[in-house]
């Protein structure tokens, strides 16, 4: 089978997703033509260099309606015969994006791909399309749903996490992504976002607080707590699925869950022939990708499987891997991880991650893979898995490995 390399992987900043943010007057369509023409530049890519875009978003209404991934290739500088391909599997969709793509590759489906994915939160608000499975009475009582924040509640009550195990994983986030950018980690990878006037407008995570610590976590109010004790009780809902559960230990709050962002990522993928064709080195190649359904309440257990997967497709064990970007979605989800693995904190998310950054949904994914890359560049090692928990209960992952 054809390998499938990694040749260049951009991302922008985060922007907070409010109307204050930097980036809130940038539609959906901008900012992943100015990611895509990013990409062009960086690499030379003319005519019909790649065989597709793919791209990932999950409210996929208004602004980000319709099929966004022809609309951004046709508000590029792309050429116009490249078309446009939107997916979602709602948090993992841009690490869809460039697993599909990679696979495509593999496969003979042409020689090379770009793939990632955008979401402008606060531009289109999470939730704002009316998934069935929250809003359908028949599918979301057949499948005891509940909120991604209680669900994530459940984890910790499940597993035995306390809040102060949440906040000092997010006071650690934090103070991981401020190395990170001290230290310059992203700048192969994040590009600045300028307005028609060449006005840069972001060139850095908007969203970070750096001067988080446990005292400012501690006043927090738990973010789930009402929703899941009182009017609509939803852990009335989590209990009747899981009834050896006396109680739901709500310990999650904005301050250890992934923050509300803008953004946007774009992966370059192909064989041997295009890197050859366009005089690019390739990076990394993608070893495996796998996803997998998982429990729809619990919801947000799925890095565990679906790593558990990928490592005995391929014959492979969790000590083959260096490191490690597990998606901050909320603090229990990267503790579970940890605790099902046994793995050294110190090599998972080593730069921070979404708690610290922020999660622009259909992004995300593409951006722990370039943030992976970028790393096991940096500390000279060898392989690496990328892996996200997704809504409605799934998991995805993707193992690279440097050339």
């Not at 650690?172 to 230290?183: G, N, V």
């Not at 909320?330 to 922020?358: E, H, K, L, T, Y």
């Amino acid at each position: 089978m054809t390998e499938a390399y990694i040749y260049d992987a951009i991302r922008t900043p985060r922007g907070k997703g409010r109307k204050d943010g930097a980036l809130h007057e940038v539609t959906s369509v901008r900012l992943s033509a100015l990611t895509l023409n990013a990409l062009k530049e960086r690499n030379n890519l003319e005519g019909h260099a790649v065989e597709d875009v793919i791209w990932g978003n999950v409210t996929q209404v208004m602004e980000q309606g319709g099929c966004l991934a022809r609309s951004a290739v046709l508000a590029s500088d792309l050429d116009q015969s490249i078309p446009g391909l939107a997916i979602n599997r709602f948090c993992a969709s841009g690490m869809e994006a460039v697993n599909l793509a990679a696979n495509q590759v593999k496969g003979g489906a042409g020689q090379a791909y770009i793939a990632g994915g955008v979401e402008m939160m606060g531009r289109v608000a999470m939730g704002s399309d009316g998934a069935a499975i929250a809003v359908d009475p028949s599918l979301a009582m057949e499948t005891y749903f509940v909120p991604q924040g209680i669900s994530a509640d459940i984890i910790a009550t499940e597993y035995g996490f306390t809040r102060e195990q949440a906040d000092a994983l997010a006071v650690e986030s934090q103070r991981r992504a401020k190395a990170a950018w001290d230290d310059n980690r992203f700048a192969k990878s994040v590009i600045t976002v300028r307005d028609q006037n060449g006005i840069a407008i972001l060139d850095h995570d908007e969203y970070m607080r750096p001067g988080t610590d446990m005292q400012s976590l501690g006043a927090l109010n738990a973010s789930f707590q009402m929703m899941g004790e009182q009017m609509p009780g939803f852990d009335k809902v989590a209990m009747l699925k899981y009834p050896h559960l006396e109680r739901i230990n709500h310990i999650h709050h904005a301050g250890n869950s992934s923050g509300i962002v803008d953004g946007s990522a774009a992966v370059l993928i192909g064989n041997k022939e295009f890197g050859e064709q366009y005089g690019l080195k390739p990076r990394a190649r993608i070893k495996a990708t796998a996803k997998i359904g998982t429990d729809p309440t619990i919801m947000l257990t799925g890095p565990v499987p679906v790593t558990q997967k990928i490592l005995a497709d391929n014959g492979m064990v969790i000590s083959d891997l260096d490191l490690f970007e597990v998606n901050e979605a909320f603090a229990s989800v990267v503790m579970r991880f940890q605790q099902a693995f046994d793995v050294d904190p110190a090599v998972v998310n080593p730069n921070g991650g979404s708690i610290a950054m922020g999660h622009p949904l259909g992004a995300t994914g593409a951006m722990i893979i370039g943030t992976l890359l970028d790393e096991l560049e940096r500390q000279d090692k060898e392989m690496g898995l990328a892996t996200l928990c997704i809504a409605s209960g799934m998991g995805a992952a993707t193992i690279i490995e440097r050339v």
